[in-house]
Structure formats: C-alpha cells, structure tokens
C-alpha cells in the first residue's frame, strides 16, 4: 500500500472516532435523561438513590424543550478549519524545526505526540529510536506494549493546543451543575480534541506535500498521537 492510501486510511479512522463523540454531543438531553431513568428503573445506574430523583429524571425525560448547552456551543463558536490547519503548522515548526531538536528529528524513526489535560493545553513530542519496527494504529491501542525498553531517543516540546480547543471551562463548570447526572464536560472536551488530530493530520499532509520533511531519511517515519496515558492512534505517516 502506498503513503497516500495508507493516510487516507488513516485519516478516515481519525474521523470515525470524531464522528462517534460528535453524534453524541448532538443526543437532545431529554433522550439522555430517559436512558438514564430506564438504567435507574432496571437497577443499573449507580446513581444514589433517594425519594424525588425518579420524579425530577422523569420531568427532564419528557422536556423535550430542554437546551442542550453543548451542541448548542459548538453550533454558536465554529470552529474554523483552514485557520486551525494553518496554526498548527506553525506550532509543529516551531516545535519540530527547532535548532536543537531537529537532529533529533532526523535521527529518529518515529514520533509520538502526547498532550494533557484539555485546559492546560500543552503537549509533548516523544522521539523514537530508528533501528525498530513501528506498527500503524488505526484503531486505538498502547503502543509501548508492541516495542522494546528503552525505545525513546529524545524529548521535545509539542504543540501548544490552545488555539484550537476553545475555552469551554464556564460552560462545563455551569452545564454539569444544572446535569449532574449526565457528565457531559468530558465529552465536549472529548469533541474538540479529536477534532484537533484531523486538523494535524491535515497539517502534516500539507508540510509533507510541500517538502518541508524531506530532511527525514527513514521512511515510513510513523506519527502517533494520544492522550498522556491513553491508548495511541497513528495519526500520520511520512
């Protein structure tokens, strides 16, 4: 398979998992507080019992009038596109192009990026030694599992994600007061992340078709991305 099938491959996974938290979002609240109270009647919610719960699940359940605070955010603040693509880009320069990690860069074989808790915004770029076999990601797993002790070979700093994950910190804060019992922040969260890996992959794509990793020897030359401590997708290849 080549590069580009193998990447539209890739980025068509990468949007799958997008797609999954976005058609989520968009459940009116009212179906999700009817789930809810089901799960409760058939004692499967772990939600804590007590004598008016049932009475104020089944009230929301049928107010089909309620807002959903979330789409309703995502619809209100678009995100758009080409100005996060063209971020990025200059995120992963400055992060990637720099005089002491290019080097690096070029002696690796493969890279990660990690980033952090959504309101902190920042992320890493682990460096993979080359002389090892990567696997290609499409549907998420850990990766350390597949590859020998010691496979760093260098550290960097990653893209700085808070030009693309909008500051929805006052909406969580409110939402998940007024809806306890759904836990509806993480997914909002969930939402922009995601969406943020198909704007990388685009971001790649267009400095790999400009020549700007021709400095890169080793290919394939894998990318991975994921949350810290969660399971990796391979986000693009070189």
Same mark, same amino acid.
Not at 99 to 128: C, R, T
């Given at each position: 398979?080549?590069?580009?099938?193998?990447? &539209? +491959?890739? #980025?068509?996974?990468?949007?799958?998992?997008f797609?999954? %938290?976005?058609d989520?979002?968009?459940?009116?609240? !009212?179906?999700r507080?009817a789930?809810?109270?089901e799960?409760?009647?058939?004692?499967?919610?772990?939600m804590?019992d007590?004598t008016?719960?049932?009475?104020e699940?089944g009230?929301?359940?049928t107010d089909?009038?309620?807002?959903?605070?979330y789409?309703?955010?995502?619809?209100?603040y678009?995100?758009?596109?080409?100005?996060?693509?063209i971020?990025?880009?200059?995120?992963?320069?400055?992060?990637?192009f720099d005089?002491?990690?290019?080097p690096?860069?070029?002696k690796?074989?493969?890279? &990660? +990026?990690? #980033?952090?808790w959504?309101?902190?915004?920042?992320?890493? %770029?682990n460096l993979?030694?080359q002389?090892?076999? !990567?696997?290609i990601?499409?549907?998420?797993r850990?990766?350390?599992?597949?590859l020998?002790p010691?496979?760093?070979t260098g550290?960097?700093?990653?893209?700085?994600?808070?030009?693309v994950w909008?500051?929805?910190a006052?909406?969580?804060?409110?939402?998940?007061?007024?809806h306890p019992?759904?836990?509806?922040?993480?997914?909002?969260?969930?939402?922009?992340?995601?969406?943020?890996?198909?704007?990388?992959?685009k971001?790649?794509?267009?400095?790999?078709?400009?020549?700007e990793?021709s400095m890169?020897?080793?290919?394939?030359?894998?990318?991975?991305?994921a949350?810290?401590?969660?399971?990796?997708m391979?986000?693009?290849?070189?």
């Amino acid at each position: 398979m080549n590069q580009a099938s193998l990447n &539209e +491959i890739l #980025y068509e996974q990468l949007e799958k998992q997008f797609l999954i %938290i976005r058609d989520e979002i968009y459940i009116p609240l !009212f179906k999700r507080y009817a789930d809810e109270l089901e799960m409760y009647r058939k004692g499967e919610s772990a939600m804590m019992d007590g004598t008016n719960l049932e009475e104020e699940i089944g009230d929301k359940a049928t107010d089909i009038t309620i807002i959903n605070p979330y789409s309703n955010f995502i619809d209100t603040y678009p995100v758009r596109e080409n100005d996060c693509i063209i971020y990025l880009k200059n995120e992963l320069r400055s992060c990637l192009f720099d005089p002491d990690v290019l080097p690096q860069l070029i002696k690796s074989g493969a890279m &990660e +990026i990690g #980033y952090d808790w959504y309101f902190h915004y920042d992320s890493g %770029i682990n460096l993979f030694k080359q002389d090892l076999d !990567f696997p290609i990601i499409a549907e998420p797993r850990y990766l350390y599992r597949e590859l020998p002790p010691g496979h760093y070979t260098g550290f960097a700093k990653g893209p700085d994600f808070s030009g693309v994950w909008p500051d929805c910190a006052a909406l969580i804060d409110e939402a998940d007061q007024e809806h306890p019992l759904l836990e509806l922040g993480y997914e909002l969260m969930n939402y922009y992340q995601y969406q943020s890996r198909l704007f990388l992959h685009k971001a790649f794509k267009e400095m790999d078709d400009a020549g700007e990793f021709s400095m890169i020897e080793k290919r394939p030359f894998p990318i991975y991305i994921a949350e810290h401590d969660c399971e990796e997708m391979t986000l693009y290849v070189l």
